[in-house]
């Protein structure tokens, strides 16, 4: 019988698995940007609540450039203090905004200075870029100087574009706080996340930060912390959401440098077998367990089980820097689409530039999505083959989609489309 009723829920079913649990040694040099609401502290306390550990050290300065930080003795003496696994840099909160002649000048210069001393220190350390959020209203003191950062959207791209350079020249990555950030502000705009001066994250602000360096530092998306730092449960659970789907979702985007390895596989089943393909990030070796016992070092790999139950898979992808595991499920004998989603690695996300990507894996199931609104109204019905992909353009913003094979049907779900 088919389920018609439409429910929001608490939860993504866009299944890739979860991240074993990682401790991270992180130092941040910024300005007051960190330092407001001690944001180390509250990306510290949602790591602990996903069952992570975040070890920092910060010398974040009111005004502080990168040029300063470049000279800094504190700073300096921080970066050579210990094996750090990340040294995430910021600038000033203008500087990366303007004329791009200017920041050529001005920033990436200082930006290469400290990456080189990060390297340094240890070749292992990753650097990563803090992109930050543009002013309220836009950069009202440069407006007349340089008319592209007059508003909001104007600094706001300059800044992402500016940090975006930065992980290039350095080969570096980034932290993509201003992205998410302009996102929740088009999705949930009685979220206000400034500070009276319309520059400083309030605590919204700074707990949405929190949850994108959550997710870029760990890799997994926040959905299920507990901790809210004061905020309610809604906007704390849309804050963290919002998060972990852009960082996530675009993961190439900005993490398309660096040697930051990211764990990932996609996996469809067959029978009592399943397929196994490796989507990792930046690793040379890796380590399959299938939860029956067996193991394997192949890239991509096939298991079959010899009895029905729900078992574990493990992958553990390396390099000479970094290692990390994710972990996800495969059910054998599933009968119903609660299963059929967890072990067929069903994907709906947005891919940026207004576009939905469906990504049907399953190896037998022609599957059926609806697209509605936050009115209720339906906008969009298609199928999808199995093993097809499809992409569609929507206007950017929240929707609500629901997948059913013709006798089961899923919970609505959100999805963010920018």
Not at 280 to 289: D, H, K, L, N, R
Not at 329 to 343: C, D, F, K, M, P
Not at 369 to 389: C, H, M, P, R
Request: proline share 3%; glycine share 6%.
């Amino acid at each position: 019988m088919k389920h018609n009723s439409w429910f929001i829920i608490l939860f993504s079913i866009i299944i890739s698995g979860n991240a074993s649990a990682t401790t991270r040694r992180v130092l941040f040099l910024g300005n007051s940007y960190i330092f407001t609401n001690n944001l180390p502290s509250l990306i510290q306390q949602m790591a602990t609540s996903m069952g992570d550990t975040l070890i920092y050290d910060e010398n974040n300065i009111g005004g502080y450039t990168m040029q300063a930080h470049s000279t800094d003795a504190t700073s300096i003496s921080k970066i050579y203090a210990q094996p750090w696994d990340i040294v995430i840099l910021q600038e000033q909160s203008q500087r990366p905004a303007f004329d791009p002649a200017q920041v050529a000048t001005d920033t990436y210069p200082y930006a290469r200075k400290l990456d080189s001393l990060v390297r340094d220190q240890r070749a292992c350390t990753e650097t990563m870029f803090f992109m930050t959020w543009g002013y309220k209203n836009g950069d009202a003191s440069n407006c007349a100087a340089y008319p592209p950062i007059c508003t909001y959207a104007g600094m706001q791209q300059r800044l992402r574009e500016s940090y975006l350079q930065m992980a290039q020249d350095n080969n570096a990555i980034v932290s993509p706080v201003g992205a998410v950030w302009k996102i929740a502000r088009d999705s949930f705009p009685s979220i206000d996340l400034y500070s009276a001066d319309e520059s400083h994250p309030n605590i919204n602000g700074s707990y949405l930060a929190a949850a994108v360096f959550y997710t870029a530092i760990f890799h997994k998306k926040p959905i299920n912390s507990s901790y809210t730092a004061g905020l309610s449960t809604t906007d704390a659970q849309n804050l963290r959401r919002i998060a972990g789907n852009i960082v996530l979702d675009s993961f190439t985007k900005w993490n398309q440098y660096g040697n930051y390895t990211y764990a990932n596989f996609n996996k469809s089943l067959a029978g009592n077998t399943v397929t196994l393909t490796n989507t990792s990030v930046y690793a040379t070796a890796y380590y399959w367990t299938f939860g029956d016992g067996g193991n394997s070092t192949a890239t991509n790999t096939n298991h079959s089980y010899t009895a029905n139950g729900k078992y574990y898979i493990n992958l553990t992808a390396s390099n000479t820097c970094y290692s990390e595991t994710r972990k996800d499920s495969v059910t054998i004998g599933a009968t119903s689409i609660s299963n059929l989603v967890s072990s067929a690695s069903i994907d709906v996300y947005a891919i940026g530039n207004g576009k939905m990507r469906i990504n049907n894996r399953h190896n037998s199931e022609t599957l059926q999505i609806e697209i509605v609104d936050l009115t209720g109204k339906s906008i969009y019905k298609t199928t999808v083959a199995a093993g097809n992909t499809i992409d569609e353009s929507f206007i950017p913003g929240l929707y609500l989609y629901r997948i059913w094979d013709g006798n089961h049907a899923l919970p609505a779900n959100k999805i963010f489309v920018y």
